[in-house]
Protein backbone atom coordinates (compact mmCIF):
# COMPACT_ATOMS: atom_id res chain seq x y z
CA UNK A 1 0.00 0.00 0.00
CA UNK A 2 1.00 3.64 -0.43
CA UNK A 3 1.69 5.23 2.70
CA UNK A 4 0.59 9.02 3.05
CA UNK A 5 0.99 10.71 6.38
CA UNK A 6 -2.41 13.01 6.04
CA UNK A 7 -4.21 9.80 5.91
CA UNK A 8 -2.93 7.05 7.47
CA UNK A 9 -0.22 6.42 10.64
CA UNK A 10 3.02 4.88 10.59
CA UNK A 11 2.43 2.26 13.31
CA UNK A 12 -0.83 0.96 11.02
CA UNK A 13 1.48 0.36 8.31
CA UNK A 14 4.36 -1.12 10.40
CA UNK A 15 1.21 -3.13 12.33
CA UNK A 16 0.41 -4.53 8.44
CA UNK A 17 3.84 -5.24 7.46
CA UNK A 18 4.33 -7.59 11.00
CA UNK A 19 1.11 -9.33 10.14
CA UNK A 20 1.92 -9.96 6.80
CA UNK A 21 5.38 -11.49 7.71
CA UNK A 22 3.93 -13.74 10.65
CA UNK A 23 1.35 -14.83 8.09
CA UNK A 24 4.30 -15.66 5.59
CA UNK A 25 5.81 -17.61 9.00
CA UNK A 26 2.89 -19.97 8.67
CA UNK A 27 4.67 -21.69 5.83
CA UNK A 28 7.76 -23.62 7.36
CA UNK A 29 9.89 -22.77 4.37
CA UNK A 30 9.62 -18.91 5.21
CA UNK A 31 10.93 -19.51 8.60
CA UNK A 32 13.91 -22.01 7.65
CA UNK A 33 14.85 -19.89 4.48
CA UNK A 34 13.79 -16.25 3.82
CA UNK A 35 11.93 -13.41 2.73
CA UNK A 36 12.48 -11.07 -0.26
CA UNK A 37 11.19 -7.38 1.23
CA UNK A 38 9.34 -5.16 -1.76
CA UNK A 39 9.31 -1.68 -1.65
CA UNK A 40 7.66 -0.08 -4.61
CA UNK A 41 8.73 3.87 -4.59
CA UNK A 42 6.88 4.68 -7.38
CA UNK A 43 5.45 8.09 -6.58
CA UNK A 44 7.44 8.52 -3.19
CA UNK A 45 8.06 12.00 -2.88
CA UNK A 46 9.19 13.36 -0.09
CA UNK A 47 5.81 13.69 2.27
CA UNK A 48 5.64 9.98 2.40
CA UNK A 49 8.93 10.40 4.55
CA UNK A 50 8.16 9.55 8.35
CA UNK A 51 10.71 9.22 10.85
CA UNK A 52 8.83 6.76 12.98
CA UNK A 53 7.49 4.62 9.90
CA UNK A 54 11.56 4.77 8.49
CA UNK A 55 12.58 3.38 12.08
CA UNK A 56 10.51 0.68 12.82
CA UNK A 57 10.58 -0.49 9.28
CA UNK A 58 14.87 -0.49 9.74
CA UNK A 59 13.75 -2.86 13.34
CA UNK A 60 11.21 -4.64 11.01
CA UNK A 61 13.88 -5.55 8.26
CA UNK A 62 16.60 -6.46 11.29
CA UNK A 63 14.46 -8.89 12.94
CA UNK A 64 13.83 -7.09 15.73
CA UNK A 65 9.92 -6.36 15.90
CA UNK A 66 9.32 -9.80 14.18
CA UNK A 67 11.80 -12.46 13.66
CA UNK A 68 12.39 -12.64 10.40
CA UNK A 69 15.37 -13.60 7.97
CA UNK A 70 15.63 -10.92 5.09
CA UNK A 71 17.37 -12.71 1.80
CA UNK A 72 16.93 -9.36 0.27
CA UNK A 73 15.40 -6.36 0.04
CA UNK A 74 14.44 -4.61 -2.97
CA UNK A 75 13.37 -1.02 -3.95
CA UNK A 76 11.85 -0.40 -6.90
CA UNK A 77 11.72 3.20 -8.77
CA UNK A 78 13.18 4.85 -5.97
CA UNK A 79 12.91 8.50 -7.14
CA UNK A 80 16.50 10.52 -6.36
CA UNK A 81 15.15 12.62 -4.28
CA UNK A 82 14.92 8.97 -1.90
CA UNK A 83 18.75 8.75 -1.99
CA UNK A 84 19.21 11.51 0.82
CA UNK A 85 16.77 9.72 2.76
CA UNK A 86 18.71 6.24 2.02
CA UNK A 87 21.91 7.81 2.73
CA UNK A 88 20.46 8.27 6.63
CA UNK A 89 18.26 5.11 6.53
CA UNK A 90 21.70 2.99 5.65
CA UNK A 91 22.99 4.53 8.93
CA UNK A 92 20.81 2.77 11.27
CA UNK A 93 20.78 -0.70 9.58
CA UNK A 94 23.65 -3.86 10.61
CA UNK A 95 26.03 -4.65 8.01
CA UNK A 96 24.26 -7.52 7.06
CA UNK A 97 21.05 -5.94 6.20
CA UNK A 98 22.55 -3.25 4.16
CA UNK A 99 24.47 -5.35 2.11
CA UNK A 100 20.83 -7.00 1.15
CA UNK A 101 19.14 -4.02 -0.04
CA UNK A 102 18.98 -3.55 -4.23
CA UNK A 103 17.94 -0.16 -5.90
CA UNK A 104 16.28 -1.80 -8.60
CA UNK A 105 14.03 -0.73 -11.70
CA UNK A 106 10.94 -1.98 -12.33
CA UNK A 107 11.67 -3.01 -16.09
CA UNK A 108 14.80 -5.23 -14.32
CA UNK A 109 12.18 -7.19 -12.05
CA UNK A 110 13.27 -10.46 -14.07
CA UNK A 111 16.80 -10.59 -12.17
CA UNK A 112 15.38 -11.01 -8.77
CA UNK A 113 12.01 -13.32 -9.78
CA UNK A 114 11.26 -16.78 -11.64
CA UNK A 115 9.28 -16.93 -15.42
CA UNK A 116 5.54 -15.43 -15.09
CA UNK A 117 6.44 -13.28 -11.88
CA UNK A 118 4.45 -10.55 -13.37
CA UNK A 119 1.37 -11.80 -13.83
CA UNK A 120 1.65 -12.32 -9.89
CA UNK A 121 3.13 -8.74 -9.33
CA UNK A 122 0.37 -5.88 -8.39
CA UNK A 123 -0.46 -3.10 -10.84
CA UNK A 124 1.12 -0.34 -8.81
CA UNK A 125 4.81 -1.64 -10.06
CA UNK A 126 5.79 -1.17 -13.68
CA UNK A 127 4.52 -4.60 -15.69
CA UNK A 128 2.73 -6.27 -12.67
CA UNK A 129 -0.30 -7.72 -13.89
CA UNK A 130 -2.53 -8.40 -10.98
CA UNK A 131 -4.67 -5.50 -10.31
CA UNK A 132 -4.12 -4.28 -6.91
CA UNK A 133 -7.58 -3.80 -5.83
CA UNK A 134 -8.51 -7.05 -6.36
CA UNK A 135 -5.54 -8.45 -5.02
CA UNK A 136 -6.10 -6.65 -1.52
CA UNK A 137 -9.56 -7.83 -1.09
CA UNK A 138 -8.21 -11.78 -2.28
CA UNK A 139 -5.51 -11.36 0.60
CA UNK A 140 -8.56 -10.03 2.85
CA UNK A 141 -10.59 -12.74 1.99
CA UNK A 142 -8.10 -15.24 2.28
CA UNK A 143 -7.20 -14.29 6.11
CA UNK A 144 -10.28 -13.81 6.97
CA UNK A 145 -11.06 -17.67 5.86
CA UNK A 146 -7.53 -18.71 7.83
CA UNK A 147 -8.29 -16.94 11.31
CA UNK A 148 -12.03 -17.97 10.80
CA UNK A 149 -10.68 -21.93 10.47
CA UNK A 150 -8.13 -21.35 13.29
CA UNK A 151 -10.97 -19.92 15.88
CA UNK A 152 -13.01 -23.05 14.82
CA UNK A 153 -10.18 -25.57 15.46
CA UNK A 154 -9.65 -23.66 18.78
CA UNK A 155 -13.05 -24.06 19.97
CA UNK A 156 -13.13 -27.41 18.64
CA UNK A 157 -9.83 -28.57 21.07
CA UNK A 158 -11.32 -26.36 24.06
CA UNK A 159 -14.80 -28.44 23.71
CA UNK A 160 -13.15 -31.42 23.43
CA UNK A 161 -11.05 -30.65 26.51
CA UNK A 162 -14.35 -29.86 28.44
CA UNK A 163 -15.97 -33.20 27.01
CA UNK A 164 -13.09 -35.55 28.34
CA UNK A 165 -13.54 -33.80 31.48
CA UNK A 166 -16.99 -33.99 32.07
CA UNK A 167 -17.10 -37.51 30.94
CA UNK A 168 -13.92 -38.35 33.16
CA UNK A 169 -16.63 -37.06 36.28
CA UNK A 170 -19.73 -38.87 34.91
CA UNK A 171 -17.50 -42.17 35.18
CA UNK A 172 -16.14 -41.02 38.49
CA UNK A 173 -19.99 -40.14 39.46
CA UNK A 174 -20.94 -43.78 37.56
CA UNK A 175 -18.71 -46.02 39.80
CA UNK A 176 -19.57 -44.33 42.73
CA UNK A 177 -22.78 -45.47 42.65
CA UNK A 178 -22.24 -48.58 41.82
CA UNK A 179 -19.92 -48.86 44.61
CA UNK A 180 -16.81 -48.86 43.48
CA UNK A 181 -14.01 -46.72 45.27
CA UNK A 182 -13.71 -43.64 43.91
CA UNK A 183 -10.27 -42.60 42.34
Not at 157 to 172: D, E, I, Y
Amino acid sequence: SRFNPKVSDAQSVIDAIVYCIKMIQEKESACTESIVFVANMVEWNTSNLDESLCGDLVKVLQGFIVPVKVKRCLIIDAPECFETAWDVIKAFLINDVTCKVEHVNSKGLSLYFEKGFRAQMPDTIHGGQYRTRCMVQNFIEHRKYVEKMRQNNEHQKKNNQNHGSTRRRSLSKKKSEHGFKKS
